[in-house]
């Protein structure tokens, strides 16, 4: 569970979050809704601790894990598919097998096959954004931040990856932060945030 | 000893990592390595073969060595900023594991960056080294402590607007008590005269101290 506690922040004179005390259950996909710059995606960094507020608090179990597809996290453009993929699951103690890699690829609609040697400056968006969504599927993380997370994808990845967050949501805590209805479709629950 | 294995793995992967994109990319080896050989070349024809003092020989090689390491290690949280890496790092890894991960980068890079311009220098000014040991110990020591400052002072002013010209000006205080020493025995080590094991001492535990500040600090950025 992720409690904000009395949770305030504001940028400039813009008060985006005044004293928010809410609890984010696991075991289902919570959507983060609003207009443009509401705050969504500054939601999604209070809540995996990635940012402060500016008064109260925001906690979790300190065991709990972070993975996050957002646009702002970016990979190495010069690394590989493959590198990419191994130096993140590393960090967080995972050694992936050949075999594993593959089934990440295929989960998410990237062929490693035939692109896994490929640097990922040659890649194209949507590509990058399958590639993000392997690496976060490889690190076994219990807290999912997704900011627009098929924003690139073209149907049939935009299914893949909503097969994947549906299959995932059993123990996880899932915050998505998205303005697409279809994406709003595949939420449990949704907070709207006021502009 | 699990969580030491798993931060331990998470430090020799961003090692690799670095390695292979400072390969891929090379600017920043060709910066720190044109910028040493210029220096080098430059100081060398101005004295046109004339004597150096070992004390001024000494001071120019930690100088040519200071200036060349600023120009590679402001790069080392730069460049993953610039390219948006940065969030995700810190994301995923362990706050230990990246500080030291980049540490050990950033000194081998600087080993390497020794281990080409010293020859070079030597050469040039035609200078004595009559305890070699003790100058491959000093050197040591001295890069240890810049890798440190360095890697720290790389971290800060990563979100700083005026960088290029902050680092150089924040990382040469916190070097001084590194470089005082490792002067004064360098010229040592090119005169022959006896030296006081004490001012190696000095060096390692001011080494020590720039690690754990770093180590400390770091957590906080």
Do not use: H
């Not at chain 1, 009395?6 to 696991?26: A, H, P, Q, T, Y």
């Not at chain 2, 994109?21 to 004295?47: D, E, H, N, P, Q």
Request: hydrophobic content about 55%; proline content about 3%.
């Amino acid at each position: 569970m992720i409690t904000f506690d009395d949770v305030s922040l504001s940028f400039g004179r813009r008060e985006l979050f005044k004293n928010i005390s809410l609890k984010l259950c696991g075991g289902k996909i919570i959507g983060v809704t609003g207009a443009n710059g509401a705050g969504k995606s500054t939601f999604l960094k209070l809540a995996g601790k990635i940012i402060q507020p500016d008064s109260g608090s925001v906690n979790f179990p300190a065991d709990k894990k972070i993975a996050a597809v957002t646009p702002e996290m970016k990979i190495y453009d010069n690394l590989t598919a493959l590198e990419n993929l191994k130096f993140f699951s590393e960090l967080r103690g995972k050694n992936l097998s050949a075999e594993k890699i593959l089934e990440l690829g295929e989960r998410v609609g990237l062929d490693l096959e035939t692109f896994g040697n490929v640097r990922v400056e040659n890649f194209s968006t949507g590509m990058r954004q399958r590639l993000k969504f392997a690496i976060l599927l490889s690190v076994d993380a219990d807290i999912w931040l997704l900011d627009e997370p098929t924003a690139n994808l073209d149907d049939a990845g935009r299914d893949k990856i909503f097969n994947e967050i549906r299959a995932a949501k059993s123990g996880k805590i899932i915050l998505l932060a998205t303005n697409d209805k279809l994406e709003e479709n595949i939420c449990d629950e949704i907070i709207r945030l006021p502009l | 000893m699990k969580l030491f294995d798993y931060r331990f793995k998470s430090v020799v992967a961003i090692l690799r990592k670095d390695f292979l994109i400072g390969m891929r990319r090379r600017a920043t080896f060709a910066a720190m390595m044109m910028f040493a050989l210029t220096a080098v070349a430059s100081l060398s024809l101005s004295t046109s073969g004339a004597f150096v003092e070992p004390k001024f020989l000494a001071a120019l090689l930690w100088v040519v060595i200071f200036f060349a390491a600023s120009a590679g290690i402001s790069g080392t949280f730069d460049d993953e900023a610039t390219a948006g890496t940065l969030p995700t790092l810190k994301l995923y890894a362990p706050a230990q594991a990246i500080l030291f991960g980049k540490m050990i980068y950033v000194f081998l890079s600087l080993v390497a960056l020794t281990i080409f311009i010293l020859p070079i220098f030597l050469i040039l000014f035609d200078a004595p080294i009559e305890n070699f040991l003790l100058l491959v110990a000093t050197i040591f020591l001295g890069l240890i402590g810049v890798a440190a400052a360095g890697t720290l002072t790389a971290a800060l002013t990563t979100s700083a607007t005026v960088k290029g010209g902050l680092f150089p000006i924040l990382l040469f205080p916190v070097t001084l008590p590194i470089f005082l020493p490792a002067i004064a025995l360098t010229e040592l080590s090119f005169t022959g005269a006896a030296f006081e094991a004490s001012s190696l001492i000095v060096m390692a535990v001011f080494d020590l101290i720039l690690i754990t500040a770093s180590s400390i600090l770091y957590d906080y950025l």
